[in-house]
């Protein structure tokens, strides 16, 4: 089946430690997207990527980082200049960046501060 | 604030009951479109509508949407315990950029009793 792997499903970050989460899909999309949901809130756009060896800031880039070597894979590093890191964060990806496209989601990765 | 504002923020009904969510945004849009999420997942794609469709259905999904009003709402007839979930409307707003993307509310939590 088709679909959007992330893992790990839980993810824990020490003082000072930059981490990455992973985000692979099969679905064969070119667009793919990175957001931060926190609790009770909607999602924030860290960052998307409209094609390989491409990638745009979103709203909330500050303290994250991308690369978009392969069409399947779109990881995201939250370095330790993020100051607030934990959250639920969501990966997506669609057939192209145009509004009008559903966008596919991974079940997600949750990181908390030791 | 956000472009989508879902209301109510929780709506908790009976197994059978008609469920209705309300999206309003501020900005002229392109499409709107409805997502699930259960909790701890990631969000599932329910159905798009574009700018000049009024109504749209998908099962027991009915999608209304208001372009003179900004607004749009979701009904779910004869509601199941399984529909249990947090549904969020979404977007397309020009970024800062002049790119169209999608912005997500902040979601309305639905829980149906059996």
């Known amino acids: 089946d088709g679909g959007i792997t992330q893992s790990p499903k839980y993810l824990f970050r020490k003082e000072g430690q930059n981490v990455t989460l992973s985000c692979e899909q099969n679905?064969?999309?070119?667009?793919m997207y990175w957001y931060r949901q926190d609790p009770g809130q909607g999602l924030r756009l860290i960052y998307y990527s409209q094609i390989v060896n491409d990638f745009q800031k979103g709203d909330i880039a500050e303290g994250y980082s991308v690369s978009r070597e392969k069409k399947e894979s779109f990881p995201l590093t939250v370095t330790s200049a993020q100051k607030n890191p934990t959250a639920f964060y969501l990966c997506?990806?669609?057939?192209?960046?145009?509004?009008?496209?559903?966008?596919?989601f991974g079940d997600g990765t949750r990181l908390s501060i030791l | 604030s956000q472009q989508g504002e879902e209301d109510p923020q929780a709506l908790s009904i009976q197994e059978g009951e008609n469920a209705t969510m309300n999206c309003s945004y501020k900005?002229?849009?392109?499409?709107l479109q409805w997502y699930r999420q259960n909790s701890g997942r990631g969000l599932v794609h329910l159905i798009l509508?574009?700018?000049?469709?009024r109504e749209k259905h998908s099962g027991r999904l009915r999608v209304t949407l208001d372009t003179s009003k900004k607004s749009s709402s979701l009904l779910i007839t004869a509601s199941r315990a399984a529909d249990t979930a947090s549904y969020f409307c979404?977007?397309?707003?020009?970024?800062?950029?002049?790119?169209?993307?999608?912005?997500f509310g902040s979601g309305t939590r639905l829980q149906v009793q059996p």
């Open positions: 679905l064969n999309h070119d667009a």
């Open positions: 979404a977007t397309d707003v020009i970024s800062d950029t002049g790119r169209r993307a999608l912005t």
């Open positions: 997506a990806s669609s057939r192209s960046d145009y509004s009008n496209q559903p966008q596919h």
């Open positions: 509508i574009r700018s000049n469709e």
């Open positions: 900005t002229s849009i392109n499409n």
